[in-house]
């Protein structure tokens, strides 16, 4: 036992020798550590420390700025920000806080810091953190709208933007008040007692009640502490004992929040919403013998784009001399109201919009629309309106306005409004009520999460209404506090006009008087719909209808004997079939049997529409065609010798549902006719899509084709033509019926053969739709490109496409320095990634492709002359003139023109289902 003792202790002291320098070192490694860490907390102490101090300030500065508790809400003028804060005179300085810790939020510049007004009394600092907010401002152009941003963000942060609270004045109330405890009671996992859940973080019993009572719920249940359930019905199971019940409050330690599956019951002190069926009325209500039982209708038409026909094919099939048609039209297309000004000229109940607004998708700007529409309305004596109809140019009647006066007749006095039909707290959620916006630049800006008014019911859904006068009225002019609060609050508010009407109806004296109706129906496929399509107007990604196709007409008609009086989305320049459909249901189809019913035309371009005078791209394409025009007329006839003066409008042109080419209309003269004359052409698109192997899986394509202005929700170009320049961003569409999954790859071809991009798609088994798009530096090298399919590595398909020089840039001749730079292609490689692999694949010669780059090179220095020929040389390798005709019969002096009105191709052929026949009889 001594000797293993010793053994043992020898063992000890040689590895203690062995080990003592890195037992020093380490030692004096953690004295090192020790001395950081003391003086690393000494300079944090003190910078808390002088923070604790510039926080203190900032307090007792902003304790001036707290609102009284007597606040009364000033009625919103909407504008924007509000002029006038708590007290008047007191202002605020705003700044931006650089160092908030805001992750993915680009960097701000010192432009983003705003001083205050030189004349300012008092200066209150405001630390802008939100990271929504911050983003917002960063990515705003100019510095007024970035001011307008960090005033609404700190307005929203102190709480300042609308009141916190507000009063419902419904007069129906629950049967216990608000507050009142009904026990505490067991709940069962596999069946919930209340319906909806949400954990709140300080959680208490008022703060609970007030969450249900916004969700518009009836009772309000404390469960397992944080736990907040809501629901219109309760007493599933037994009472148990308040013992069950005794988890302390987060929010109120002094009271308590349930247990684990025990809950305190409270009534939210809310009855249940008015929702008054309205079924269908199966008798009309004859103007002659009860003329004085018909309600008049003001339908507000709220239009937008260029489909100036299908606006008046709308109204002629819901006129009627004893209603009212009020039109705005957006500030923004400037077209569409040049066209619809002369109806309210000639008709006296027809009136347009004098405040015309940029209606953008979601803007706030949509609800203080319908304000200034209300307002107008109201003023005007003469028109003697009971309801108020809004519609846009995708709405089409799906029953006759005699069977619509019939039924609001009979329930007159009624808002009709269509609820969201789901748990409140979601659609809050995911239509971003709890959310503030801003707008400005045309854009809606996100500002940062709020809290929602306390004491009062939300609620929300369609945007399309039927409205009684006596609620106009009030919604526009009541001072009540509720009306005005929510005022204040929707000039933030994203989608404002599918709430504040639902709310405000909920909230006020007219509770009562609610339909769950809104009079349409609406094209739902949410899969396409909801694509963030309007990502590049609003911070938000949120769902639009589809439009109506062929296909669906049974869907309509399966409405028949529903309350349901108009339908949407109809487009068209994607479906006018539909539309035909529901004309010969509806109205016997008295225009089914002229040429023009199966065609349509909309307009792309205007010489008078200052607001959209056509991009650079288009109206080199425009030229080309008529000068291409002008050589062929020449070289056919000396007597049609054309000189022409300027170009007139632009349409496309739609035939059986595709797209049948542009209708050019310029004004020229001819040799032996000194008058201008205005001349139409049509020219129409050569395509090169073929299939070079149909066997096995590549039999499933139906289509290809290259475009631009991806459409995510109706699966198209929205650039119908295809006019593409060097910086078009381009897609492929690629259309496959049924059968097994593959994967294929595209290849991207430019003009001199150089592989510009590949890539690899997956094809699924159902049929479908896809769009690839290459990652591709621009410029895109002028000339015919080529798209090729390749399955396991052979050439199965393939697709040719035009990208045509510029002759303008921003409207002025291209000057040689810019032809240079525009039409040779990228500095480089248009991928980042070399594709030489697929030379042999795709036949791409490198010899060949040096001779046409070359070739080339000396093209993408042309200028004037030199550059419109080499422009007409590649035009007509992918566009016919195909016929042409002119508005006045010179048939005689000139054999090539026949006159307009009879070509049925050309814009000016009367097309009667968009003439708007009315009359003036209001007997």
């Known amino acids: 036992m001594a000797a293993s003792r010793v053994n043992s202790d020898r063992v000890c002291a040689r590895i203690c020798h062995k080990y003592k320098y890195f037992f020093y070192f380490s030692f004096c490694l953690l004295c090192l550590q020790f001395f950081i860490g003391y003086n690393f907390y000494a300079v944090i102490q003190k910078k808390l420390e002088s923070t604790e101090e510039w926080k203190r300030k900032a307090e007792e500065q902003l304790k001036r700025l707290t609102p009284p508790a007597s606040f009364q809400a000033k009625p919103a003028t909407f504008s924007k920000v509000p002029k006038k804060l708590y007290h008047d005179n007191e202002q605020i300085h705003w ?23 030189a004349d300012k009394k008092m200066e209150i600092t405001c630390v802008v953190d939100a990271k929504e907010a911050r983003s917002a401002i960063s990515r705003a152009k100019t510095v007024e709208c970035k001011q307008e941003i960090t005033k609404v963000a700190c307005l929203a942060k102190e709480g300042r933007l609308y009141p916190t609270n507000l009063t419902s004045l419904c007069p129906f109330k629950g049967t216990y008040p608000k507050g009142h405890y009904f026990g505490c009671y067991k709940d069962v996992t596999q069946q919930r007692d209340l319906a909806v859940v949400k954990e709140l973080a300080q959680n208490s019993p008022n703060n609970c009640i007030e969450f249900c009572l916004t969700a518009g719920y009836l009772y309000a249940g404390l469960q397992y502490t944080k736990e907040c359930w809501c629901g219109d019905m309760y007493g599933l199971y037994d009472k148990v004992l308040e013992s069950s019940c005794s988890s302390k409050c987060p929010g109120d330690p002094t009271l308590t929040c349930g247990g684990y599956l025990s809950q305190r019951i409270f009534s939210t002190g809310l009855a249940e919403k008015k929702k008054n069926p309205a079924p269908l009325v199966t008798d009309v209500i004859s103007s002659s013998n009860e003329s004085t039982a018909r309600v008049r209708i003001v339908f507000v038409l709220t239009v937008s784009g260029r489909a100036v026909r299908q606006v008046k094919r709308l109204l002629n099939n819901i006129y009627h001399p004893q209603h009212y048609y009020y039109f705005h039209v957006d500030s923004r297309h400037q077209y569409m109201y040049m066209e619809l000004k002369p109806l309210a000229e000639k008709l006296p109940n027809v009136r347009m919009s004098g405040q015309r607004f940029a209606t953008i998708w979601g803007g706030a700007s949509l609800l203080e629309a319908h304000f200034s529409f209300i307002k107008d309305l109201l003023s005007f004596v003469d028109w003697h309106w009971d309801y108020y109809i809004n519609l846009s140019e995708s709405d089409y009647p799906i029953k006759t306005i005699e069977s619509l006066v019939s039924y609001l007749s009979k329930y007159k006095g009624f808002n009709f409004m269509k609820s969201h039909g789901r748990d409140t707290p979601t659609f809050i959620r995911k239509q971003g009520l709890d959310q503030n916006f801003y707008e400005c630049e045309n854009h809606l800006w996100r500002i940062g999460h709020r809290e ?35 005022k204040q609050m929707f000039s933030y508010t994203l989608l404002p006009v599918e709430s504040f009407f639902h709310i405000l109806l909920h909230n006020s004296v007219f509770c009562g008087m609610w339909a769950d109706n809104n009079l349409h129906m609406t094209n739902w496929r949410r899969k396409q719909g909801c694509k963030c399509q309007y990502k590049h107007i609003v911070d938000w990604c949120g769902c639009s209808p589809n439009d109506f196709h062929a296909e669906d007409f049974d869907k309509i008609l399966n409405y028949e004997g529903k309350p349901i009086f108009f339908a949407r989305k109809f487009e068209p320049v994607v479906d006018q079939e539909i539309i035909n459909m529901m004309d010969i249901h509806l109205f016997g189809g008295k225009y089914q049997d002229t040429i023009s019913f199966k065609y349509f035309w909309q307009n792309e371009y205007h010489h008078l529409d200052k607001s959209t005078t056509g991009n650079d791209v288009t109206r080199t394409f425009y030229d080309s065609f008529i000068r291409r025009t002008v050589r062929l007329f020449q070289s056919k006839s000396s007597r049609c010798a054309l000189k022409v003066k300027e170009i007139l409008e632009v349409n496309l042109l739609f035939y059986l549902d595709h797209f049948n080419g542009l209708v050019v209309q ?46 995510p929700k109706e699966l198209i170009f929205r650039n119908h033509a295809g006019l593409m320049g060097p910086y078009s961003e381009i897609q492929l569409r690629h259309v496959w019926g049924q059968g097994p999954d593959f994967s294929v790859t595209v290849a991207w071809i430019d003009p001199i053969g150089v592989i510009a991009a590949v890539q690899d798609v997956s094809i699924p088994t159902q049929i479908h ?55 040779n292609g990228p500095s480089g490689l248009y991928d980042s990634r070399d594709f030489k692999e697929f030379q042999d694949k795709l036949k791409v010669s490198v010899s060949d492709s040096q001779n046409l780059k070359a070739k080339a090179v000396i093209n993408g220095m042309r200028t004037g002359e030199a550059l419109s020929e080499w422009i007409d040389e590649l035009s007509a390798k992918f566009w016919d003139v195909k016929d042409s005709c002119s508005k006045q019969d010179i048939e005689e002096t000139c054999p090539l023109l026949n006159v307009c009105t009879m070509s049925h191709w050309s814009s000016i052929y009367p097309d009667p289902k968009s003439k708007i026949e009315v009359t003036l009889d209001t007997t």
Do not use: M
């Open 95 to 117: 700044h931006i806080d650089d160092s908030a810790d805001v992750k993915s939020v680009p960097s701000l510049n010192q432009s983003d810091k705003f001083k205050p007004n």
């Open 769 to 823: 739709i896809g769009f690839s798009k290459p990652q591709l530096k621009t410029p895109l090298r002028p000339g015919v490109w080529t798209t090729k399919l390749l399955y396991k590595l052979e050439v199965v398909a393939e697709t040719k496409f035009l990208i045509l020089p510029l002759a303008v840039l921003h409207g002025q001749p291209l000057r040689p320095s810019q032809a240079h730079l525009i039409h």
């Open 666 to 711: 310029f004004n020229a003269s001819l040799s032996e006719w000194q008058k201008s004359v205005p001349i139409e052409i049509l020219v129409q698109q050569k395509h090169y899509y073929k299939i070079l192997n149909p066997e096995g899986h590549i039999g499933r394509l139906q289509n290809l084709e290259v475009g631009t202005d991806v459409d």
């Open 452 to 486: 929602l008014p306390k004491g009062i019911r939300f609620d929300g859904g369609s945007d399309w209404v039927g409205l009684y006068r006596d609620f106009c009225s009030y919604a526009l002019n009541s001072e009540d506090e509720v009306v005005i609060g929510l």
